[in-house]
Nanobody, 123 residues
């Protein structure tokens, strides 16, 4: 079992930055692929970014490429999403997710999810 707890959400003006963190706990949490997804009101959950267990590979949704950066610190069991140049359309609940044997953008493949953290970007 892996437990995930997100933090760092809040209200920010367009053009601003936020840094989300996901703290993972449980056995062998370092060997998991970690990802961020988001869900805006009335919309489906969508992929944002993923990072391999080693940190050597990352993948981003086109909508956030060049603005968001995913990273991980396996010594601290944390995954971070640095979000810059935020836009109102980035407003959503952001979820951290983990899976052992998959690397990619499909939400259905992820086994463990956090409770989410709210991000609101005002125009």
């Amino acid at each position: 079992q892996v437990q995930l707890v997100e933090s760092g959400g809040g209200l920010v003006q367009a053009g601003g930055s936020l840094r989300l963190s996901c703290a993972a706990s449980g056995r062998t949490s370092n060997s998991y692929t970690m990802a961020w997804f988001r869900q805006a009101p009335g919309k489906e959950r969508e992929f944002v970014a993923v990072i391999s267990w080693s940190g050597g590979s990352t993948l981003y949704a086109d909508s956030v490429k060049g603005r968001f950066t995913i990273s991980r610190d396996n010594a601290k069991n944390t995954v971070t999403l640095q979000m810059n140049s935020l836009k109102p359309e980035d407003t959503a609940v952001y979820y951290c997710a983990a899976v052992r044997t998959y690397y990619g953008p499909s939400a259905g493949a992820y086994d463990y999810w956090g409770q989410g953290t709210h991000v609101t970007v005002s125009s």
